[in-house]
């Protein structure tokens, strides 16, 4: 069978050094659709070395992506095709703040293997510390269509009750439509965001914008609008992919202020809100 959950869940952790500097650093952040306006003194903090911060889902891509989630999919015993994978959330806890220039040790490992009956969701866990300790540790929720039924765990929940009330904020992003090409550069090269031919293999009509774009689009938007700007405020940062979204779009992101917590949902403005993100929490001090 494709997926054999007793040797993914006993294989040995990959290891691996990775190295990043601050042009990852700005690649990515131009990914996200920083630097507009470009000379904002707000957005040069994303794209002038000199002033630079690092916003944390940058982690998610830090090493170029590896090990990331396409690697993980090359894990003993785990063999899907690419076409039947979608991702299906992640999560960051932050141990602190996350340099712009460093080398760090990642080390992952399938977490979990749960049985959603028509298809099985992976946990894959990336652990990554430097010379000074802990950085952050990273789990990407894997969707894979057609791979359940083999009598696994069922996993649990992670739906939350929807926000009540108006949102302390809310706005819009707009999506390049080039935006895809551009943040694929961090190290994402799965073809079903830049190849049409894929797509369509994959049930859509043309192709997607990487999820793990919206989520860095989405933790800018916070941390620019109820965090003041300060990237070390934020200490975990959750989320389940709920649609997807298509590179010429528009997002809207709605946030709901908490104690210690921005509570957040992403809709696609010209599908009529449809969902894109959900379960959306940033935790901050």
């Known amino acids: 069978m494709p997926i054999d959950a007793a040797k993914a869940l006993a294989a040995e952790p990959r290891t691996g050094e990775i190295t990043w500097n601050h042009k990852d650093v700005q690649l990515y952040h131009l990914g996200i659709g920083a630097g507009v306006p470009a000379t904002d003194p707000d957005e040069l903090r994303y794209t002038l070395e000199s002033r630079l911060h690092v916003l944390p889902s940058f982690a998610t ?56 009956g028509k298809a099985a969701i992976l946990v894959m866990r990336t652990e990554v510390a430097d010379d000074e300790g802990p950085l952050w540790t990273n789990d990407a929720q894997i969707f894979v269509r057609g791979e359940g039924g083999f009598g696994g765990e069922r996993g649990p929940s992670t739906r939350l009750d929807p926000p009540t009330g108006d949102p302390s904020r809310e706005v819009e992003r707009h999506v390049r439509e080039d935006q895809a090409l551009l943040y694929r550069l961090s190290g994402d090269w799965n073809p079903l965001h830049a190849d049409p031919e894929f797509a369509k293999r994959a049930g859509f009509d043309r192709p997607i914008l990487h999820g793990l774009c919206t989520y860095g689009i989405t933790l800018k938007a916070v941390v620019d609008t109820l965090l003041g700007g300060d990237v070390a405020r934020v200490r975990s940062y959750s989320t389940r992919f709920a649609g997807v979204v298509f590179p010429g779009e528009t997002l809207r992101i709605r946030m709901w202020q908490q104690d210690g917590r921005v509570q957040g949902t992403v809709t696609a403005v010209e599908r009529d809100d449809a969902p894109v993100l959900a379960d959306t929490i940033v935790e901050h001090a």
């Not at 991702?87 to 749960?114: D, F, M, N």
């Open 61 to 116: 891509v830090a090493g170029a992506g590896s090990p990331g989630v396409i690697g993980g999919l090359s894990m003993p015993g785990i063999e899907v095709d690419l076409a039947h994978v979608l991702h299906g959330g992640q999560s960051i806890e932050l141990h602190r703040s996350i340099p712009a220039e460093s080398k760090a040790v990642a080390t992952a490992r399938i977490a979990a293997v749960y049985d959603k």
